[in-house]
């Protein structure tokens, strides 16, 4: 028995499938193409630089051997990294902009850090 030839553009299953993923890598790349950059304009209006405080001398933290962490995302061996290069005896993250609770402990490093979750300032107290 004769096999019925099939009219139409495309005929096989394996052709169809790689026109189908040929079509959707052509509109993923079309719609990343289309995607605005966010708008930053250029004013006066600037947050300012990230603080850091020094303590004297005799108090082991020093909140300066930090700034290699500014903008990376925080997590436990980074915290842990940046305790051990300001020498302090513990350390720990607020967000950004937030009151610390008293007592103050200078050998206590404090990491601000921003709703993404990225280091923007460090202090001992």
């Known amino acids: 028995m004769p096999i019925p030839k099939q009219s139409g553009f495309i005929s096989s299953t394996r052709a169809r499938g790689a026109v189908a993923a040929v079509l959707c890598a052509a509109s993923l790349f079309l ?62 993250t607020s967000p950004a902009g937030t009151p610390l609770p008293a007592p103050a402990d200078p050998a206590r490093l404090n990491v601000d850090v921003d709703p993404q979750g990225l280091v923007v300032a460090a202090r001992c107290g």
């Open 31 to 92: 719609a990343g193409c289309q995607a605005q950059p966010e708008f930053r304009p250029l004013t006066s209006e600037v947050p300012p630089p990230p603080t850091f405080a020094t303590v004297p001398a005799e108090e082991a933290c020093q909140a300066a051997q930090a700034r290699y962490a500014l903008g990376r995302p925080i997590d436990a061996p980074l915290l842990e990294e940046m305790r051990t290069r300001t020498g302090s005896k513990s350390a720990r």
